[in-house]
């Protein structure tokens, strides 16, 4: 693997000499140390698990909708012990809930939006032949599969899935008395983490590594496409992070199998007092959001950065502001680390602490801000070319102003009092981070579907699909959060115990409606997708006429990307439209003028 | 046989038609000429005038969500500290939907406005530092007046509880709740989670449950001592499985009985004169309250909203939250117009199958009948809590002591100059 990292800056006909090994079925499609296969591997299982989550999610919304009502179909997944009569278990509603959760947030969105992007673009944009180490990429993948899989079989066993919430917290998740899902259930959520948090470190480095290492000639910092930057800041907070959480789940590990009392304290259950005492289950709650807030950072940077690049080439024009993009990945990055605070203030925690983390919590709104009118500004005065990708990221932007500006309700301690852990929180999260993320993610499959697959998705029916998506998206989400200004309780089995909830029945079964045309409509995505693979128009080399350097390569893969010798950089990224030139775009590759400037890259 | 062989065959046929329709399909798009990497002026044209139909729908449906639930949200503050909280609420709704409102129209205008067509170029802009600052110091300055305003209100909200506040104990475990009142001492007695029994849920400490407890724990060790020697059969051998389990679980039994009689040997503070309370706690109305709270098994969370207050509930680690109910359960269904109203205490953090059935009835009333409702109680020694009524005397603060209080401190200012 040394040898092909070095063969990276040789030239092109040692570099052919190196390919000569034959490739066979297995080295080529599963243990493939080819980035480019790798991102699609990625892709592929990440997609297969956000069925999984969406298929879960959609079996909790029937019975958030039609409390206690008998269906068929819950029956026929969960059998006879976790839907008796086709009516959800209340342990099973938690288990789908946490599973859900810990599928999407971790397997699609860090996972599959990370593994997928990082691994395709980090070596086409900035002009290496490969990742600095092909041999870990493979390992990152073939460990995030196997946790997948073990994530997958958790479904299966007697005692059912994990089901403290994907925050997992202990005692609920340490003691095998407090829930059925924390006995074999919990151990393998745990091993399965262990396993991902190795992928997602091993992954992180390679990323870093490559970005900082194999930068092709001319290709500056500050040349970088956003997308690069995103992702790089992304795998920093990634390595940063994740020892900290798998610190926590150890811990966890520890208290649940060898006796040790690191998040047990004072507790009584099953009748017995426990003889584990004298450590703090907010101990842990320090330990996962320390994790927990870089991890919604981790999930919506790559996202933001696939916006910029989207937007831009879209709008045939620069990405506005290209510094200060940087300079706001940069902020966010660094604050995200001294915020988790904020998903605590309701713990009894010091006062002053609190207001603190009150403080540094609404410092990220600003370059978030600085983000959004950034996105707005880049479509003014455009040229706006409204492919299905293009329509993702104008989505993904009003969708990342919705969210993020009911961050600044929650962030204010004294507000989040009453809010915390309602319907509000849910809201939230879920419209700035899943539905940017998700729409986001989209937009990369459609935009650079034709460089993973040589060939295009269908457009008509990818609007269709977004369409579908955008609408049923905030029809989920958006009535959440006056639910939970009403206090409804995130997490509950059913509402309908308190009189005062009982009454948004209505509104729940619209939700839950909705839910179910925005699953549908992924069905239209995935028969796009697969459809397109074998059937779509024959992609040419570039088709969306972008000035970043992965479309400067063939159509057809090829190892080590570009047949002759590396491309040299002379500019930056994101000249669309440049006053001047024939045509509105310039890629990367072409030589300033004489006279030209590129803004000071 | 027959009926499976037919889905078979309809199923078939479906996928057949399926293949041909797509065929079809696939040929009208090469004869039309259509291109997937391309967009024509109709398709942006289309597309963004969609856009600016979802905005106005997306604010329609913003409006239909604000109207339908209307009337269905948290009625005004139960509580004095919620008022304020309420009108800060509401101040950074305003902001928010102000901020909401102008970047939408830009985003989806600018869409809609700037949609592409052929042959026109975009207009050239990298940058421009005016510009960008003037949209990072408004956020920011937007951003410095909602911290001090919330933090304001943290800290009110935060400080430590009144002097004369009633102090309540709420204490969760899987999957209920139980209030608990200082008895006659004014004070709440101690609690231990080694001491929680079927007669003791809170696990307070009193003699009798302390010895309670060691006669409940003597009986196990003799049950587990006895099954070593079963009646009519050999003797389990210690160190076989069995019998390993059976010392094992002895052994624990002995060492839980160890705690106990060293817990007989501290000094502590008698619950006997506290008073248990489940279902439906009450609560004087234009009175602190201080609630601490504690948990038994897992992480629960105290929630009132209609009180516009919360408290996880943490095993090991005590918290506390105090407020000042302001209007009475009965006010309060005249004003909703809701004769069962109630104020309800929920759980409000993930512990198990009931968690969301896991609740209190909270009565906020007029002092004297609070008092009343208390005298009515029992304690743990079993006693009527009839002379409480006036046991939290030393609590309240009547005008006598109010004055001591106050030449207390002007005593002591004096002495400090
Ligand atoms: C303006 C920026 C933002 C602010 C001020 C903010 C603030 C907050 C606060 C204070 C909470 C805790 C609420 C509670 O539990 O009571 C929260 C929850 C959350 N936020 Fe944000 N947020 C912002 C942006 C984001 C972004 C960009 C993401 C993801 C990409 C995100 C993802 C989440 C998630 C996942 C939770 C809930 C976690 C859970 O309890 O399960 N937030 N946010
Ligand atoms: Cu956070
Ligand atoms: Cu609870």
Same mark, same amino acid.
């Given at each position: 693997?040394?040898?092909? %990292?070095?063969?990276a800056?040789?030239?092109? +006909?040692?570099?052919?000499?190196?390919?000569?090994?034959?490739?066979?079925f297995?080295?080529?499609?599963?243990?493939?140390?080819?980035?480019?296969?790798?991102?699609?591997?990625f892709?592929?299982?990440? /997609?297969?698990?956000?069925?999984?989550?969406?298929?879960?999610?959609i079996?909790?919304?029937?019975?958030?909708?039609?409390?206690?009502?008998?269906?068929?179909?819950?029956?026929?997944? $969960?059998?006879?012990?976790w839907?008796p009569?086709?009516?959800?278990?209340?342990?099973m509603?938690?288990?789908l809930?946490?599973?859900?959760?810990?599928?999407?947030v971790?397997?699609?969105?860090t %996972?599959g939006l990370?593994? /997928?992007?990082?691994?395709?673009?980090?070596?086409?944009?900035?002009?290496?032949?490969?990742?600095?180490s092909?041999?870990?990429?493979m $390992?990152?993948?073939?460990?995030?599969f196997?946790?997948?899989?073990?994530?997958?079989? +958790?479904?299966f066993?007697?005692?059912?899935?994990?089901?403290?919430?994907?925050?997992?917290?202990?005692?609920?998740?340490?003691?095998?008395?407090?829930?059925p899902?924390?006995?074999?259930?919990m151990?393998?959520?745990?091993?399965?983490?262990?396993?991902?948090v190795?992928s +997602?470190?091993?992954?992180?480095?390679?990323?870093?590594?490559?970005?900082?290492?194999?930068r092709?000639?001319?290709?500056?910092m500050?040349?970088?496409?956003?997308?690069?930057?995103?992702?790089?800041?992304?795998?920093?907070l990634?390595?940063?992070?994740?020892?900290?959480?798998?610190?926590?789940?150890?811990?966890?590990?520890?208290?649940?199998?060898?006796?040790? +009392?690191?998040?047990?304290?004072?507790?009584?259950?099953?009748?017995?007092a426990?003889?584990? @005492?004298?450590?703090?289950?907010?101990?842990?709650?320090?330990?996962?959001?320390?994790l927990?807030?870089?991890?919604?950072?981790?999930?919506?940077?790559?996202?933001?950065g696939?916006?910029?690049?989207?937007?831009?080439?879209?709008?045939?024009?620069?990405?506005?502001?290209?510094?200060?993009?940087?300079?706001?990945?940069?902020?966010?990055?660094?604050?995200?680390f001294?915020?988790?605070?904020?998903?605590m203030?309701v713990t009894?925690?010091?006062?002053?602490?609190?207001?603190?983390?009150?403080?540094?919590?609404?410092?990220?709104?600003?370059?978030?801000?600085?983000?959004?009118?950034?996105?707005?500004?880049?479509?003014?005065?455009?040229?706006?070319?409204?492919t299905?990708?293009?329509?993702?990221?104008?989505?993904?932007?009003? @969708?990342?102003?919705?969210?993020?500006?009911?961050?600044?309700?929650?962030?204010?301690? %004294?507000?989040?009092?009453?809010?915390?852990? @309602?319907y509000?929180?849910?809201?939230?999260?879920?419209?700035?981070?899943?539905?940017?993320?998700v729409?986001?993610?989209?937009?990369?499959?459609?935009?650079?579907?034709?460089?993973?697959f040589g060939?295009?998705?269908?457009?008509?029916?990818?609007?269709?699909?977004?369409?579908?998506?955008?609408a049923s998206?905030?029809?989920?989400?958006?009535?959440?959060h006056?639910?939970?200004?009403?206090?409804?309780?995130?997490?509950?089995?059913?509402? @309908?115990?308190?009189?005062?909830?009982?009454?948004f029945?209505?509104?729940?079964?619209?939700?839950?409606?909705?839910?179910?045309?925005?699953?549908?409509?992924?069905?239209?995505?995935?028969?796009?997708?697969?459809?397109?693979?074998?059937?779509?128009?024959?992609?040419?080399?570039?088709?969306?006429?972008?000035?970043?350097?992965?479309?400067?390569?063939?159509v057809?893969?090829?190892?080590?990307?570009?047949?002759?010798?590396?491309?040299?950089?002379?500019?930056?990224?994101?000249?669309?439209?440049?006053?001047?030139?024939?045509?509105?775009?310039?890629p990367q590759?072409?030589?300033?003028?004489?006279?030209?400037?590129?803004e000071g890259? | 046989?027959?009926l499976?062989?037919?889905?078979l065959?309809v199923?078939?046929?479906?996928?057949?038609?399926?293949?041909?329709?797509?065929?079809?399909?696939?040929?009208a798009?090469?004869?039309?000429?259509?291109?997937?990497?391309?967009?024509?002026?109709?398709?942006?044209?289309?597309?963004?005038?969609?856009?600016?139909?979802?905005?106005?729908?997306?604010?329609?449906?913003?409006?239909?969500c604000?109207?339908?639930t209307?009337?269905k949200?948290?009625?005004?503050?139960?509580?004095?500290?919620?008022?304020?909280?309420d009108?800060?609420?509401?101040?950074?709704?305003?902001?928010?939907t102000?901020?909401?409102?102008?970047?939408?129209?830009?985003?989806?205008?600018?869409?809609?406005?700037?949609?592409?067509?052929?042959?026109?170029?975009?207009?050239?802009?990298?940058h421009?530092?005016?510009?960008?600052?003037?949209?990072?110091?408004i &956020?920011?300055?937007?951003?410095?007046?909602?911290?001090?305003?919330?933090?304001?209100?943290?800290?009110?909200?935060?400080?430590?509880?009144?002097?004369?506040?009633?102090?309540?104990?709420?204490?969760?475990?899987q999957?209920?709740?139980? *209030?608990?009142?200082?008895?006659?001492?004014?004070?709440?007695?101690?609690?231990?989670?080694?001491?929680?029994?079927?007669?003791n849920?809170?696990g307070?400490?009193?003699?009798?449950?302390?010895?309670?407890?060691?006669?409940e724990?003597?009986?196990?060790?003799?049950?587990?001592?006895?099954?070593?020697? &079963?009646?009519?059969? &050999?003797e389990?051998?210690?160190?076989?499985?069995?019998?390993?389990?059976?010392?094992k679980?002895?052994?624990?039994?002995? =060492?839980?009985?160890k =705690?106990?009689?060293k817990?007989?040997?501290?000094?502590?503070?008698?619950?006997?004169?506290?008073?248990?309370?489940?279902?439906?706690?009450?609560? &004087?109305?234009?009175?602190?309250?201080?609630?601490?709270?504690?948990?038994?098994?897992v992480?629960?969370?105290?929630?009132m909203?209609?009180?516009?207050?919360q408290?996880?509930?943490?095993?090991? #680690?005590?918290?506390?939250?105090h407020?000042?109910?302001?209007?009475? #359960?009965?006010e309060?269904?005249e004003?909703?117009?809701?004769?069962?109203?109630?104020y309800?205490?929920?759980?409000?953090k993930?512990?198990?199958s009931?968690?969301?059935?896991?609740?209190m009835?909270?009565?906020?009333?007029?002092? *004297?009948?609070? *008092?009343?409702?208390?005298?009515?109680?029992?304690?743990?020694?079993?006693?009527?809590?009839?002379?409480l009524?006036?046991g939290?005397?030393?609590?309240?603060?009547?005008?006598?002591?109010?004055?001591?209080?106050?030449?207390?401190?002007?005593?002591?200012?004096?002495?400090?100059?």
């Amino acid at each position: 693997m040394a040898s092909h %990292a070095a063969t990276a800056h040789a030239p092109a +006909s040692a570099h052919a000499a190196d390919h000569h090994h034959e490739e066979n079925f297995f080295t080529k499609y599963l243990f493939s140390q080819d980035h480019k296969m790798i991102g699609k591997q990625f892709l592929i299982t990440g /997609t297969f698990m956000a069925f999984v989550g969406m298929m879960l999610s959609i079996f909790f919304r029937l019975q958030l909708g039609w409390p206690g009502e008998k269906f068929a179909i819950l029956n026929f997944f $969960l059998g006879d012990k976790w839907a008796p009569e086709g009516v959800l278990d209340p342990n099973m509603y938690l288990a789908l809930v946490t599973i859900h959760g810990t599928i999407m947030v971790f397997f699609l969105l860090t %996972a599959g939006l990370s593994g /997928t992007f990082a691994n395709l673009l980090i070596p086409l944009q900035i002009g290496a032949r490969d990742m600095a180490s092909g041999f870990m990429n493979m $390992l990152s993948y073939w460990l995030f599969f196997l946790s997948s899989a073990i994530m997958i079989g +958790s479904l299966f066993v007697e005692t059912g899935p994990a089901a403290a919430g994907w925050t997992i917290y202990p005692p609920l998740s340490a003691l095998e008395e407090a829930m059925p899902g924390s006995g074999i259930g919990m151990t393998l959520w745990l091993v399965s983490m262990t396993l991902f948090v190795a992928s +997602s470190l091993i992954g992180g480095l390679n990323y870093i590594v490559t970005i900082i290492n194999l930068r092709t000639k001319g290709m500056t910092m500050t040349r970088l496409p956003l997308t690069v930057w995103a992702l790089f800041v992304t795998a920093i907070l990634g390595v940063l992070s994740f020892p900290v959480l798998f610190a926590g789940v150890l811990l966890l590990v520890f208290d649940r199998s060898f006796g040790t +009392s690191f998040y047990l304290s004072d507790i009584n259950i099953g009748g017995m007092a426990l003889e584990q @005492t004298g450590g703090s289950p907010l101990l842990y709650q320090h330990l996962f959001w320390f994790l927990g807030h870089p991890e919604v950072y981790i999930i919506l940077l790559p996202a933001l950065g696939i916006t910029s690049e989207v937007i831009a080439v879209n709008s045939r024009k620069p990405i506005f502001g290209y510094r200060a993009m940087v300079a706001s990945i940069l902020a966010i990055g660094f604050l995200s680390f001294i915020v988790w605070g904020h998903h605590m203030f309701v713990t009894g925690m010091n006062p002053f602490v609190g207001a603190v983390f009150t403080f540094t919590t609404l410092l990220i709104a600003i370059p978030s801000a600085v983000k959004a009118f950034n996105f707005i500004s880049t479509l003014f005065k455009g040229n706006i070319q409204f492919t299905p990708a293009m329509m993702f990221c104008v989505g993904m932007v009003s @969708t990342f102003i919705s969210g993020g500006l009911t961050g600044i309700i929650l962030a204010d301690n %004294a507000l989040d009092i009453n809010i915390h852990d @309602t319907y509000f929180v849910v809201a939230h999260f879920h419209i700035v981070m899943g539905l940017s993320a998700v729409l986001a993610m989209f937009g990369g499959v459609y935009h650079w579907f034709p460089k993973m697959f040589g060939r295009m998705m269908n457009k008509k029916l990818g609007y269709i699909h977004f369409w579908l998506t955008f609408a049923s998206g905030y029809g989920v989400f958006f009535p959440m959060h006056f639910t939970g200004l009403a206090g409804m309780p995130r997490r509950y089995y059913q509402y @309908t115990d308190f009189p005062m909830l009982a009454e948004f029945t209505d509104l729940a079964q619209l939700i839950s409606a909705f839910a179910i045309l925005g699953a549908i409509a992924q069905f239209l995505f995935a028969f796009n997708f697969f459809y397109s693979i074998f059937r779509g128009q024959k992609a040419e080399q570039n088709p969306w006429k972008s000035n970043t350097l992965e479309w400067t390569t063939p159509v057809e893969h090829i190892h080590g990307n570009w047949p002759g010798p590396l491309p040299t950089v002379h500019r930056w990224a994101y000249d669309y439209s440049k006053p001047g030139k024939d045509v509105d775009f310039v890629p990367q590759t072409v030589p300033l003028e004489e006279g030209e400037t590129d803004e000071g890259h | 046989m027959m009926l499976t062989l037919l889905i078979l065959f309809v199923g078939v046929l479906g996928v057949l038609a399926v293949v041909q329709l797509i065929r079809v399909f696939e040929l009208a798009r090469k004869i039309r000429g259509h291109r997937d990497d391309q967009v024509t002026n109709r398709e942006n044209r289309f597309q963004s005038r969609m856009m600016m139909v979802f905005l106005f729908g997306y604010f329609a449906f913003f409006a239909w969500c604000f109207w339908v639930t209307k009337d269905k949200l948290l009625p005004e503050s139960a509580s004095e500290h919620g008022v304020g909280l309420d009108w800060l609420l509401n101040f950074n709704f305003l902001i928010i939907t102000i901020a909401f409102v102008l970047t939408h129209i830009a985003l989806f205008y600018f869409a809609y406005r700037y949609s592409g067509h052929r042959g026109h170029k975009a207009v050239y802009m990298s940058h421009d530092n005016r510009l960008e600052l003037v949209w990072t110091i408004i &956020p920011a300055a937007f951003m410095a007046v909602i911290i001090i305003y919330g933090l304001n209100a943290w800290n009110d909200i935060t400080a430590d509880a009144p002097e004369d506040a009633h102090q309540i104990e709420l204490y969760s475990f899987q999957f209920a709740w139980r *209030a608990r009142y200082p008895g006659q001492d004014g004070i709440l007695g101690d609690a231990n989670y080694n001491l929680v029994s079927s007669t003791n849920d809170m696990g307070v400490m009193t003699p009798k449950f302390l010895d309670e407890k060691i006669v409940e724990l003597e009986g196990d060790i003799a049950l587990e001592t006895a099954k070593l020697k &079963p009646e009519g059969y &050999p003797e389990i051998d210690p160190s076989s499985t069995m019998g390993k389990q059976y010392t094992k679980e002895i052994n624990r039994l002995e =060492r839980h009985k160890k =705690r106990i009689q060293k817990l007989q040997q501290l000094e502590y503070q008698d619950a006997g004169d506290d008073i248990m309370i489940a279902d439906t706690f009450h609560i &004087p109305v234009n009175k602190p309250v201080h609630f601490v709270f504690r948990s038994r098994d897992v992480i629960h969370s105290a929630y009132m909203p209609h009180f516009r207050a919360q408290m996880n509930t943490v095993p090991g #680690t005590p918290t506390e939250f105090h407020f000042k109910p302001i209007v009475t #359960t009965e006010e309060m269904r005249e004003k909703t117009g809701d004769e069962e109203f109630n104020y309800y205490l929920y759980c409000n953090k993930i512990c198990g199958s009931s968690h969301y059935n896991m609740k209190m009835i909270i009565i906020v009333e007029d002092e *004297a009948s609070y *008092a009343e409702w208390l005298a009515e109680q029992t304690t743990y020694n079993g006693e009527p809590a009839g002379e409480l009524a006036t046991g939290f005397h030393h609590l309240k603060s009547t005008p006598e002591n109010e004055e001591d209080k106050q030449e207390a401190t002007e005593d002591e200012v004096a002495q400090m100059n």
